[in-house]
């Protein structure tokens, strides 16, 4: 009975790599037709897959269903997404078109056909979850010592910011809500066979436009004069699917619960109420307030990150739902810090914004501080803002500027993934010029040997 419940273990375990013992008479190797000095190559020979694989293939302890992708597959998929800042659907089909991404995914010869369905990266995420996705930031530093990317006495001296992950929503407007709540529950009601008196089907998105407009005109009363008129269209439509209900099933009822706590709520919230709901397909988003003159909120969820304050490598990055105040996010990013690199932090510069952390057994250096700053601080100090463009990388070449994964899981994946993306970017950049400075010193050396010697007249 061990023997069959350990093998029907291992079946469900992600697939390996196969093993070819000879090479396929009609088909090129992917090495032989590779440039075995693209920078891509080289960095999957730097790369550990196999404590990837081992670590992952503890979350298959089940005896049902067949063998998972193979971890390999998976993972570089999910790192190729990152480098380059694509959607699976683009990634997966972008695989098919080019070798050096299927040789960094681990095949042997060129595939014709998509690797998987691009759902079964959503599926892989939900099963990995934040801790699971770690072990991928993990491995990018891992990988960065051994290119000589950063060092490791970097890895004591932190410097630390947040920002604003935006996610995938509207900006948000009370008519917007107001129309949008009204549309669900009259979709839903229609769906399950519940009669309405009144649907308010055409004169909704009539109001939802003309407080629009008497927004954008600045004419505030009527605009409050719409949105009134949406909440009491709103209200009506609720008290008739809750009147109708207790005719139904439990399961149909159930089916209500969150449309109706979402209309209930916004109809009781006011301008200045607090925990507010922003948007109802991502209930978690918050608004949180830059202070920017083109952009004074945000909608989304704070990240923390953590960088080498000299190569600007990032060793930690994590959400921090709630919005907290960035002082209270520095102990819990300085713990990500220890348990991803096994490194103690001993400095750690931050900005004003963090005066009041409370952390007394790491050496914390706040910006614009005077008191116990040597030379070689003030020099660190001074490094600090370079964490600024390494987050405006992290947004416009990666995906942490909008947020496509659902729920508070998806943003803390998503936060995760981006920085081990923007590791390797950085990893990458350093293998080409490595290679570049190897292949100039060897035309320096054929051009200095090439030249005809001149002796010098007696």
Known sequence: MGYYLANNLTKMKPKS???IPQDDLFRMRLDNMLDLNHELIKLSKLIDWDSLELEWGELFLSNKGAPAIRTRLIAGLHYLKHIHGLSDEAVVKGWVENPYWQYFCGEDYFQHKMPLHPTSMTKWRNRLGEAGSEKLLIETIKTG?????IKPGSLKRVTVDTTVQEKNVAFPTDSKLLNKARENLVKLADKQGIQLRQNYNRIGPQFALMAGRYAHAKQFNRMRKMNKKLKSRLGRVVRDIERQLPDHSDGIQALFDTALSQAKQLIAQEQKSKNKLYSLHA????????????????????????VTNKEGFVIGAQSCPGNPYDGHTLKPQLQQVKKLTSVETEQCFVDRGYRGHGIKDIKVFISGQKRGVTRSIKAALKRRSAVEPEIGHMKNEGRLGRCYLKGAVGDAINVVMVAAGHNLRKILNKLRLLWLKIFSSLIRNFITLSKPMVLNPA
């Open 17 to 19: 790599n196969k093993k």
């Open 145 to 149: 010592l051994k290119s000589k990317t």
């Open 283 to 306: 209930p978690e988003v918050e608004c949180i307030s830059k202070g920017k003159a083109h952009k004074p909120y945000e909608f989304g969820i704070k990240a923390s990150i953590a």
